[in-house]
């Protein structure tokens, strides 16, 4: 029981940092469907961010403390990752819009190429550990929770809650909605739908820069390919979901993260990857419009 | 990198001013994106500590290069692009009535081109200096056009984005390996064995797919090409895990004649000729040729079938499909079990060729590759396509080769570290130019009185 | 009409058939026949459910209950409820045509044409393993195709264009493209649905000469909304509202119809009141709110008649359908006639007795 309770936390750590990445996935699917394939990579970027900035208080300050630290180090990556991805979409992604599906698709991948060896060209193709930013370690009844867990999950709910109250309670989350509707309907009405695309992008990448800053806090290393298993799994999570569903993509975070640590634990944790994709593939089968998506209307 | 930034706002200025205007946002942008980036680089010192490199020299390179190049690009390229696009529209029946005469025969050029190669390389460089164009170039490039045509049957025809396309080439690959080392059967036997296994997996992969649609389709490829490498790696007693399967026995003359030196039958002492590797290299060459060429010939064939057309007409409407008696889970289940078969006579080629597999060489990466390729070069189109794979992959192949950057950038300088860096941009660029790929029109596999292309504006791409 | 009594007979029975989405009954037990080498027309109001009965009938949708079936010229019957989609004009050679033109847009005209002779073609090209090596039987089957599609390609006017893409063309030749693409499929029933909407008169023309044409060998079931087209072309009209049978007959007597003018012209809500209180029962209106439909049980309590609240749902069609009680005019007139001594207007709304005993639609 100790050792399923303590699986289950580890889980939904894991979850939560899928979780913040599957929601720029979705969003952007969602609102002008197209798969963000560098998502994973400016997920990765927000991550070498924090770690750039955590060399910087190092060198600059002998002693920070260290929640300032790490807010300092996830308001800067947040900062540079959206500017990131909002020159990304403006460059890549905005001249294709409304033309062929695939092609946006294509440049997608073609800018997660470009940053992941960006990144490699200019910091090195080696792994970068930094030391533990901390590692208190609270044991209740048998379990262990760490500190890291807790902020992890502590600020993926934070996190949650405001993005929760800007896209149903605001008037940019009500002209993203709007957009995601009807593009076209919502111009007519007075709504920037470019404005807003970019500004999902940015939403999406402040999310991801977050998590990359958690994952590097997590696990204390960083490499310019860490972008793709993370990106893909948070894709996975996202369409597990159902893509374009917001709530969907937190849901199937976590449940990809307790797959992933159950499997481990009680299985083999080579096949952990494996496992994740045969229950998403499962779970498409019986429900081709993942779990918390709209089912998928065939009009004749 | 062009940023726009609101062009409507500047109709008074000049276009230098505005060029200029462009060029500081430019600056200001790549200031920040690359101020972490390049004017810091984290390096490991002696303790294997992290440190910061302070690199501000070249971080003002960069984004004054950046500056400038948005301000050509605005000032003078985008009017003269303008300018002649106009001239193009005032005259548009002298461009249309004359292709020139590689336009009107590239087929056959392309052909003759392609047989000659190794001729024509060997004549230059002599069969030792011939190795390397051959093999690098020559037998490289054909198999991802083999992979590309092999993928365009499913992406290009029946319009279903397939993301683990890489997972069939694999099943072609370790079929061939592990077959030919542990039960010797030669290449001419395993090679459609591997196609039909992998024909297998593309009906395994398509069964539980096919009520996907689009992007749901697109992941669950994607998850399936990604179980497969997965599988490979951890299943150690089968596959050996990473370390990959090494010893594959080469191809035989049709099995007359060997390529190993230790035979009795090796082609040098048959024919009475000097001892050279690149025979076998010209000989795989060859192979490789004909394997495109059967590619080629079957999916020029199979279009102008029913099954064929059937899948274009999937591409374009599944329920206007249904509603004509078409059984689209059959004509589906073909274009995956046909697709994939051409992916696993490439993988068995590919395995008998390196000698060595591993799953190193079945990332996602290399299906975004081929993928990439087919987009490029044109959903449905062969010539495209093929041109797409001579630019993209002889275009980074060629990087390896420009040893004398060294000379200019100074010895530390390794060109292919850029190589995947500009295939990614490259990629991106080409898709902004030619967002249909190089060749975007449709051949009509049926007339009446005159065969017309379609242009690229009314075939569909396929929501599955 | 005019034709033999062999001719005569019956090529598609619907009995009792409903469909219903979720709590929205769009079609409630519905019957009619259509008579082989007739045009029947199916008509009615916007959102009577006349595109719900096309998918029913040709398996884009599975009834929730009722019983369709088509009997072919040769004496095979069929049960096109229980028949996959893409068997139904495969086998039991039913074609259709959609209200939002669906072709092969990135085809030439002869390409969508031999597109639909598939299932011939496939068999001539022994499942392809025969056409991938060039035999000659392939090869004559596959000009005897070319030759097919160029006479209905003739027959719509179509021939000059053969070789440009179908998206290409002009909205009238694409409706005449997909007509002459379904009879390609050589079927015995062609459903048309809303064939000569957005037409201009020179277009609608064309059309019905092409339709006419088509009558001498192929039946036609018809779905419009212009009541001057149906009355110039069709033999039997059936009338459509709210999902339910209002009237069934000959063009002239479904003109006369006193509900079918209330449904197409709206007799006013204030107006019916009137006339349920002159007559004074209040049974009347309790009638019209349990409706009908009472012998169908509980599963349809929530169908329009009797449904309390008004209620809108997304039709799967794109369409929007808003119900509330009392809307259906025919209804009201029905309503009326019930409460006057009974009259014809029985069959429209009571059910036959053995109604319990009716098939399922089997598979969902």
Known sequence: MQYFVQQLINGLTLGSIYGLIAIGYTMVYGIIGMINFAHGDIFMVGAFAALIVFLILGAMFYSVPIVIALLIMMIVAMLLTSLYNWTIEKVAYRPLRGSFRLAPLITAIGMSIVLSNFVQVTQGPRNKPIPPLVSKVYTIEGVSVSLKQIIIVLVTAILLAIFWYLVNKTSLGRAQRACEQDRKMAALLGVDVDRTISITFIMGAALAAVAGTLFLMYYGVVVFSDGFVPGVKAFTAAVLGGIGSLPGAVLGGLLIGFIESMWSAYFSIDYKDVAAFSILAIVLIFLPSGILGRPEVEKV | ?464 | MNASPSMNDIILQVEHLSMKFGGLVAIGDLSFQAKRGEITALIGPNGAGKTTVFNCITGFYKPSEGMITLNRRDGSTYLLERLPNHEIPARAKVARTFQNIRLFSGMTLLENLLVAQHNKLMKASGYTMLGLFGFSSYRKASAESIDLARHWLEKANLVDRADDPAGDLPYGAQRRLEIARAMCTGPELLCLDEPAAGLNPKESAALNALLMDIRDTTSILLIEHDMSVVMQISDHVVVLEYGRKISDGSPQSVRTDPRVIAAYLGVDDEEVETVLTEVGDEDVIEQLDIGPDAAHGPGTSSSFLAGPVTDTIGHSEGERVTVSKGASKAGQVDAKANAAPRKPAERATAKPAGSTAKPRGGRK
């Open chain 2, 1 to 464: 990198m062009a940023v726009t930034v609101s062009p409507e706002r500047d109709v008074v200025a000049t276009p230098v001013q505005r060029a200029f205007r462009e060029a500081l946002y430019a600056a200001a942008i790549a200031l920040g994106l690359f101020v972490l980036f390049i004017g810091l680089k984290t390096d490991q010192n002696i303790s294997n500590e992290l440190i910061l490199v302070q690199r501000w020299g070249l971080l003002a390179i960069v984004v004054i290069a950046t500056a400038v190049g948005r301000f050509l690009y605005v000032g003078y390229a985008q009017p003269a692009m303008e300018r002649a696009k106009a001239q193009k529209a005032a005259a548009p029946a002298a461009a249309a009535t004359a292709p020139g005469f590689i336009r009107r025969n590239f087929n056959q050029i392309g052909v003759a081109v392609l047989l000659l190669y190794p001729v024509a390389i060997v004549l230059l460089f002599g069969f030792q200096g011939s190795l390397k164009w051959v093999d690098n170039f020559g037998i490289q490039i054909l198999i991802y056009v083999m992979l590309a045509w092999g993928l365009n049957i499913v992406i290009g025809l029946a319009g279903l984005l397939d993301l683990g396309y890489v997972a069939f080439y694999a099943v072609g690959a370790y079929a061939y390996a592990l077959l030919g080392t542990h039960f010797g059967l030669s290449f001419w036997i395993l090679l459609p064995a591997a196609g039909l296994m992998a024909a297998f997996w593309g009906v395994m992969l398509g069964f539980p797919v096919l009520r996907l649609r689009g992007d749901y389709l697109a992941i669950v490829t994607l998850a399936f090409g990604e179980i497969i490498r997965l599988v490979i790696i951890n299943w150690r007693e089968v596959t050996n895990g990473s370390a990959g399967i090494s010893g594959i026995p080469k191809v035989s003359f049709f099995g007359l004649m060997s390529f190993n030196v230790s035979d009795p039958n090796y082609i040098a002492k048959v024919l009475g000729i000097a001892q050279s590797g690149a025979y076998y290299k010209i000989f795989l060459y060859y192979l490789i040729l004909g394997l495109c060429f059967l590619t080629a010939f079957v999916t020029i064939r199979l279009r102008r079938l029913p099954v064929g057309r059937a899948w274009e007409a999937l591409r374009e409407d599944e329920i206007a499909c249904r509603s004509l008696g078409i059984n689209t889970t059959t004509t589906k289940l073909t274009a995956f079990a046909t697709g994939a078969m051409f992916g696993g006579f490439a993988g068995s080629f590919f395995a008998a060729r390196q000698g060595f597999v591993s799953p190193e060489s079945f990332v996602f990466l290399e299906s975004a590759i081929i993928l990439a390729i087919v987009v490029l070069g044109g959903m449905g189109s062969l010539g495209g396509i093929a041109v797409a794979a001579l630019v993209m992959i002889g275009g980074t192949e060629i990087l390896r080769e420009l040893d004398f950057l060294k000379a200019v950038f100074g010895p530390d300088f390794t060109p292919e570290l850029y190589r995947m860096l500009l295939f990614g941009m490259a990629m991106v660029i080409v898709m902004l130019w030619k967002p249909r790929g190089f060749v975007g029109s449709r051949e009509p596999t049926a007339f009446l009185k005159e065969r017309r292309a379609v242009s690229g504006s009314f075939t569909k791409e396929g929501h599955g």
